[in-house]
């Protein structure tokens, strides 16, 4: 018999490996994993989670579950694969920078640029599809926001994805 924990480890994984987009879906998938759980645990599960819906770049919606690990450092493929998907506007305002997502998306970027520590990031606050970065009075606003530009893919500094 799988133990509560043990199930919500195998929904996390599973919602990390791939995009599901439902909870008959999830079920499917725990159950090829060898286990069987009823749309009201699963929906119960999700909640223990913290799992929300976002907008993948397909256009679906799909589960995901944020991240609390402040210790664990996201490497800079994965930031860039974050920002890449998931930016479509970078603006300045000293000494704030500007993201805008799909709706639902904010946070997950705000999430992988807090693990990421880059240089001239003193943190982030996230909406819905907007969130500031508050860059470091030395780096400055305009320079972080070329950087994140650079590892989003948008031409230039307040370039819209196209």
């Given at each position: 018999m799988?133990?509560?924990?043990?199930?919500?480890?195998?929904?996390?994984?599973?919602?990390?490996?791939?995009?599901?987009?439902?909870?008959?879906?999830?079920?499917?998938?725990?159950?090829?994993?060898?286990?069987?759980?009823?749309?009201?645990?699963?929906?119960?599960?999700?909640?223990?989670?913290g799992?929300?819906?976002?907008?993948?770049?397909?256009?679906?919606?799909?589960?995901?579950?944020?991240?609390?690990?402040?210790?664990?450092?996201?490497?800079?493929?994965?930031?860039r694969?974050?920002?890449?998907?998931?930016?479509?506007?970078?603006?300045?305002?000293?000494?704030?920078?500007?993201?805008?997502?799909?709706?639902?998306?904010?946070?997950?970027?705000?999430?992988?640029?807090?693990?990421?520590?880059?240089?001239?990031?003193?943190?982030?606050?996230?909406?819905?599809?907007?969130m500031?970065?508050?860059?470091?009075?030395?780096?400055?606003?305009?320079?972080?926001?070329?950087?994140?530009?650079?590892?989003?893919?948008?031409?230039?500094?307040?370039?819209?994805?196209?």
């Open positions: 799988t133990t509560k924990v043990q199930r919500q480890q195998s929904i996390t994984r599973l919602i990390s490996e791939r995009d599901v987009t439902s909870q008959p879906q999830l079920m499917r998938l725990l159950k090829k994993s060898g286990i069987a759980a009823t749309q009201a645990t699963v929906s119960r599960d999700l909640e223990d989670l799992a929300v819906k976002v907008r993948t770049a397909k256009g679906e919606t799909a589960y995901a579950i944020p991240e609390f690990e402040p210790e664990r450092i996201a490497p800079l493929e994965q930031l694969r974050v920002l890449s998907e998931w930016v479509a506007d970078i603006q300045v305002s000293h000494p704030l920078v500007i993201v805008r997502t799909p709706p639902g998306c904010a946070h997950v970027v705000a999430s992988a640029l807090d693990r990421s520590r880059i240089e001239g990031l003193v943190g982030t606050v996230a909406g819905d599809d907007t500031f970065c508050v860059a470091s009075e030395k780096f400055g606003a305009k320079k972080l926001a070329a950087h994140l530009s650079k590892l989003a893919g948008l031409q230039a500094t307040g370039a819209t994805k196209k």
